[in-house]
Structures are given as C-alpha cells and as structure tokens.
C-alpha cells in the first residue's frame, strides 16, 4: 500500500473520522484509524461504541491531490497519526505500508515509522436496509440539534433520556429532548411528499458530533434508519450512529395549553440580563434567579443573591407585558440555554403559576419550536 496526498486536505478529512474515535476504546483495534486504499480513492473509517464515521478522498478531488501507486488496508494507531501528519514539515506526504502492517510516513526530511494492525480484524460498518430516505439541508438539520440537545439529560441514571426523540409522520418531524427539568421541542415541515413513518431516540452525544461536522454546511444531507442504526450521508462522508432502545416517555402532556401571565421581550436583550444576574447566583447554593413581574405596573424585575458576596436587582426592558403579577424562580443556566437557541428573535414566555412549567417561544412562528424551563421552589 502507498499512496501521496495533499496535507492540509488530508488533516480535514482526518479530524472528520477521528470524532469517532476513543482513546478508551474497549476493543485496541478500535483506537486506530483504519485506511483503505483502493484505485478509485481512499476511505479512512474510525468507529467506537455509538458512532462511525467514513470518509472517502477522491482520485478527482483535486485539492488533496491523491496520488495511487499501491492499493492496500492497514489500520494505524489514531492519534500518533492524526499528530505526526499535522507535524510533518511539508505540504505534500506519502504513506508506505509493508507486509507486517509497519507504515513509513514520509514528508520533506522527516520520515516515521509506527506499527499498524490487520485490517481484517476491525469490525465491519453497519448495515443499513432503510425502508425511506429522507433528506434535510444541513444548515437546518444543525439547527434542530442545537435547538434541542440543549436539554438531553448527562446523566445515565435514564438513558433513554439522554437521547434526541425523533418522530417522523405524515410529513413532519418533530425532534425532542428533556432531563425533567426541561424541555425543548422542535417542529419542522419535511420537503416533498415522504411517507417515513419512524419513531426512534439518537443518542445526544452523537448528534453534538455530527452538528460539529456539519459546520456551514447547507448542502441536502441524506438520512437512512433502520432497526437499530442512523446513517447521515453528508457528500463523501457516512456519519452512522447507533439508536437507544426503550420508549420515550409521552412530553405533550408536559406543555402548559394556556397562560394566565405572558412577556415578550428580545431573546439576547433577556439573555444579557440573566448572565448577570448569574453572576452572583452561581456563588449561591442553589443557583437560582427570580423573576417578578407587575403586568398591572408594567415592570418586570430580576432578583438574584448570594448571601457571601451580595444580590442583584435590574429591571427589565421588555416589548410587552400581559395577565396576572406572578414570581417566580429558575436555575439561570436552563434559562441562557433556551435563550441562545432563540438566536437574535423575540421570544415570549408563558406562565401559569410559580411552581408550574412555563414556555418560551417565538414570538413568530410559535408552534414550530418550544423550550421548557421547570421553576425552583424557594423557601
């Protein structure tokens, strides 16, 4: 096996599969990077528990400049080859692999030798038999993760909480996360007429890596599920992902259908305020904020104290303010969360009563996406 490539193009494709790969693997193989060289190309795969990743460089993608002399497979210690190539001191390197797995890497006046394994030995990708394929662009497919892994537990005391729930029907997907102090819920439209009708959970932690992977991307992104497994084809790399088995528990009957108090106030102008107010809060034991608001006096207030630094009291600039007086308190941190998914948008929030979950949404399009915040009971 030999082969020359392009080295900055080459590290872009690299970093892309070692999102895959643990250090921790339980399996040795797995915590290498496993190269196949073929005459169409070279597809470099890494793997762990939850996800994969492959990746092909094509003999016509022109800025890695793939040159074939040999066609071979060997899989290579991941992270001593992820650092030596980023150290190499040219632009162009060639990867030499003898019989016994042994690769020769070579760039300028520096050459490695490291010591691979039998490719044969590393476990082969998930088969994927999809009943539907389903497409989204990838600048929104982003979105709905960051909207929503937000509030995916990180706790494995449920593991089924830890996952995104994804419910595709009659055209619409409807994407949910929740640890049970919050929620978010995200509705989105799917383009032409599917008939997909699945109901499966993806692990957060994979989505947090694909959502990474995806970048600015706004190109279609092809989805396939089966049984037991995800794969999101983004161009020439295969992003797979395995499902959580269990049921998701029913999060409808969680969000409030009424209010007796709304503010609609701008997401970042709101956001600022409370990254204040935590500053004194997170010095507190319970890390907790209270809102007040006086729809009848058109003021709205947060309050926040730590009994050994002090307390914070500002007033809010909101663009209205309806319904009954209400107080109520919140872990500021669910609060930033929710409102750095709103973007630069208006959002209004919805209350009942002071140990009931209140919403925020957009104040545009508000049946579309829901973030959910349960209150704190103070003494």
Known sequence: MKFTVHRTAFIQYLNDVQRAISSKAALEILSGIKLDLSEDGLTMTGSNSDISIETVISIADENAALNIEKTGSVVLPARFFNEIVKKLPEDSLSVEVNDRFQATIRSGSAEF??????????????????????????????????????????????????????????????????????????????????????????????????AKMLGDLSEDIEIQISENQILFILGNT?????????????????????????LEINAPTFLRAIERASLLSHEGRNNVVKLSMQASAAKATLY?????????????????????DLDISFNPDYMKDALRSFGQSEVTLNFTMPLRPFTLVPSEAQGEFIQLITPVRTV
């Open 113 to 210: 030798i490291i010591n691979g394994l039998d490719p044969d030995d590393y476990p082969h990708l998930p088969e994927i038999d999809s009943r539907e394929q389903l497409t989204l662009p990838g600048d929104v497919l982003k979105q709905v993760i960051n909207q929503t892994v937000i509030a995916a537990s990180k706790q494995e005391t449920r593991p089924i909480l830890t996952g995104i729930h994804l419910a595709i029907k009659d055209g619409q997907l409807l994407a949910v996360a929740t640890d049970s102090h919050r929620l978010s819920q995200r509705k989105l439209t799917l383009n032409g007429d599917s008939a997909a009708d699945y109901d499966i959970i993806v692990p957060g932690q994979s989505m947090n890596e694909l």
């Open 238 to 262: 295969s992003f797979y992902s395995r499902l959580l088995e269990g049921n998701y528990p029913d999060t409808e009957r969680l969000i409030p259908q009424n209010s007796t108090t709304t």
């Open 304 to 324: 926040s104290n730590s009994p050994e630094v002090g307390n914070v009291e500002e007033e809010l600039t909101f663009n209205k303010l309806e319904g009954n």
